[in-house]
């Protein structure tokens, strides 16, 4: 009898912190604060439903009510947890044939391995998700799974395709009114447009996600928009409101009530900002700081970026043995948590430290295991940055053959995925091969077409591009 009736007891505490987690919905400060005064019951609680999903139908319909509310989890779950979270989820859903669950779950599994850096896998779910929605005529669903291959093909350096995922999502979300979606993938389309260098575009899309999550009250959108609007400006050369943007961020990140993963990413964005001002102390304060939370908050991720980032400013300011130490923790990082991406990222950024200190069959040798790794995950932006390296490599060793064909590479590369500043990017770097190999013509011939491009999308690089047209000219 004692036993039964201590069953009894864990049912209606069950019963009752599942309910409280389903209706919680979106990750507004409140619905945090609630979740965080209970959180030690709600987990608890979990396993022990989690544990007994195939015992009953209605064991797995009060986990679908522990795992439903899936954007406010991932602020609160380690990475790890929020995907046995999911992975319970989709078991559930899948014990009582509900289809819509099944979308869901696999969303969030989609996202938590995204959150892993494991694009493939993240796709395939997405994927899966959106072949089930499309067969319930789940439009919800739909358009989740569209914007989340637009996550992955974005975060692949494939920015048309992210485009075009993220604009079939913002259709579904704009055709049913459903502020939440319209939010997410507007602003998305402004973090995209920001990674092709069309400033002013991130900056229509991310002013008009913002404006929604304010008129929603969801804090973590606005922070992150916030944030986005500070990166755009950073591209524009505006470091002082950049700063203004990540600062306000911050803030709204710090009320809260935990301290968040996305704090740490702001934190990079005020020490970028700051290094590109050339307050180098500033700048290398806020990276500092970054590294300490993420490790208090074990995301490694973030931990990653900030170690890298700061190599990079110790490389302006020629510490080369600071700056290989950082590159070379941010790689260990990279490879122990499986990024293939950032495993690219650092080993290209040591090929660049190691051309620094002309050390060039050293840099040739990095540059090629990072655009290895860039075509195995068929990362288009890092293939094309190191495509470019490898062009400058050459370009200095006067083998200007050679230094030609990796710019053509490179510039095919950018000109595929619609990356104009990349593409004015490489037309700047081509002139300069022509400079190094004395035809000038030439090298005033791919400068002022560089120009043109910069110029289209008020880059702030256009300015220094006139400036060596001038020069040139009058030499």
């Not at 989820?89 to 669950?101: F, I, N, R």
């Not at 938590?112 to 493939?120: G, H, M, V």
């Not at 993938?185 to 447009?193: C, I, K, N, R």
């Not at 190599?311 to 941010?330: C, H, N, P």
């Amino acid at each position: 009898m004692k036993d039964l009736s201590i069953k009894k007891v864990q049912k209606i505490h069950a019963l009752y912190y599942g309910g409280l987690v389903k209706t919680l919905g979106n990750p507004t400060l409140e619905n945090l604060a609630v979740f965080d005064l209970d959180r030690t019951n709600i987990e608890n609680n979990f396993t022990l439903v989690k544990n007994e999903i195939e015992t009953s139908d209605e064991n797995a319909s009060l986990c679908i009510e522990y795992t439903s509310s899936f954007d406010l989890l991932a602020l609160r779950l380690p990475p790890e947890d929020f995907f046995d979270w999911m992975k319970a989820g989709l078991t559930a859903s899948y014990k009582l044939g509900y289809k819509a669950g099944e979308v869901y779950h696999l969303i969030g599994l989609g996202n938590a391995y995204w959150n892993l850096s494991e694009y493939s896998d993240a796709g395939d779910h997405y994927k899966e998700a959106l072949l089930i929605a499309e067969e319930i005529e789940f439009r919800e669903g739909q358009g989740l799974a569209l914007g989340g291959l637009g996550n992955v093909y974005k975060n692949l350096g494939d920015y048309r395709q992210a485009i075009d995922y993220y604009l079939k999502a913002l259709k579904i979300s704009g055709e049913d009114s459903y502020k939440q979606g319209e939010t997410l993938w507007l602003g998305a389309l402004g973090v995209t447009y920001d990674s092709l260098g069309e400033y002013q575009n991130a900056i229509k899309y991310l002013e008009d996600a913002l404006r929604i999550s304010k008129e929603i009250n969801d804090k973590q959108r606005e922070s992150l928009w916030t944030s986005g609007l500070g990166t755009a400006h950073l591209g524009l050369g505006n470091y002082r409101k950049s700063i203004e943007y990540f600062k306000d961020a911050l803030n709204i990140c710090r009320n809260f009530g935990e301290r968040q993963r996305e704090e740490s990413y702001y934190l990079n964005g005020l020490g970028t900002a700051f290094w590109r001002l050339g307050d180098y102390q500033r700048s290398i304060a806020y990276y500092e700081e970054a590294i300490d939370l993420s490790g208090e908050l074990f995301d490694r991720l973030s931990r990653c970026a900030a170690l890298g980032n700061l190599g990079s400013v110790y490389r302006e300011l020629k510490k080369y043995e600071k700056t290989i130490d950082y590159y070379e923790q941010a790689l260990l990082i990279a490879k122990e948590i499986g990024d293939k991406q950032g495993e690219s990222t650092w080993t290209g950024n040591l090929g660049i430290v190691y051309f620094d200190l002309g050390k060039t069959d050293k840099a040739i040798e990095y540059y090629l295991q990072s655009l290895k790794i860039s075509e195995e995950i068929n990362f288009q932006n890092g293939e094309n940055s190191i495509l470019e390296g490898l062009a400058n490599v050459y370009t200095s060793l006067g083998d200007y053959k050679k230094a030609f064909e990796y710019h053509e590479k490179a510039l095919k590369g950018v000109r595929e995925i619609g990356d104009k500043d990349g593409e004015a990017s490489v037309l700047t770097n081509m002139a300069m091969t022509y400079y190094s190999s004395e035809e000038n013509e030439k090298c005033l011939e791919y400068l002022k077409k560089a120009l043109h491009i910069f110029e289209s999308i008020e880059s702030p690089s256009s300015k220094t591009i006139s400036l060596w047209i001038s020069e040139i000219e009058n030499e």
